[in-house]
């Protein structure tokens, strides 16, 4: 049975872009890596649109020239997973390994970790919103980076209390602070 996780990098006030729509602090080679040993074993990624169009440069990254070997790493792993876009408007998907599905259906999602041998992330806070709602998430990763955005889209959504466990901490020399959180029975 594999896990479902929801990881972001957010900020430290919580959200996971700016009121502009990013960050201003970068992924630096340590904390690269780290995110790729965390994702490694990750068999199928669920995408919303936005999310979906962000990380499908990592279809072709590795071709880039000035690619530096981490994103080169990156690259292998997103690409030897599958992927599950929910959109209602994307008329198409542009990378393998990835179908397209017009609803999220919370029983369809829990049948899939069932079934899986791996696990799953939730990528992106609206969709990742729906999963929390429907109590589907096991665990959550903030990568907190060392910044006050004053607002944006937030990590978690309003309206929902989830009890968690602390499983593991990581203090990066970047600024950036990774907590993963399992959730609890």
Not at 76 to 101: C, G
Not at 111 to 125: F, H, I, N, Y
Request: net charge negative; proline share 5%.
């Amino acid at each position: 049975m594999g896990r479902l996780i929801y990881s972001m990098i957010t900020s430290l006030d919580g959200y996971v872009s700016g009121p502009d729509g990013g960050f201003d602090w970068a992924l630096d080679e340590e904390l690269h890596d780290f995110i790729n040993r965390q994702f490694a074993d990750v068999r199928t990624y669920l995408y919303g649109r936005r999310m979906y169009e962000t990380m499908v440069y990592w279809e072709t990254a590795h071709l880039e020239p000035d690619q530096p070997q981490v994103g080169i790493d990156y690259a292998r792993v997103w690409q030897a997973a599958d992927k599950v876009v929910f959109s209602r408007t994307l008329p198409e998907v542009m990378s393998a390994r990835t179908r397209l599905e017009r609803t999220f259906d919370p029983e369809t999602v829990r049948r899939w970790k069932a079934e899986s041998e791996g696990d799953l992330t939730v990528d992106g806070p609206t969709l990742a919103a729906e999963a929390i709602r429907a109590g589907l998430v096991d665990e959550f990763g903030l990568f907190i980076g060392p910044g006050i955005v004053g607002g944006g889209k937030p990590f978690f959504p309003d309206g929902v209390q989830v009890d968690l466990e602390l499983v593991e901490d990581r203090r990066f020399t970047g600024g950036v602070m990774f907590l993963r959180y399992a959730t609890r029975s």
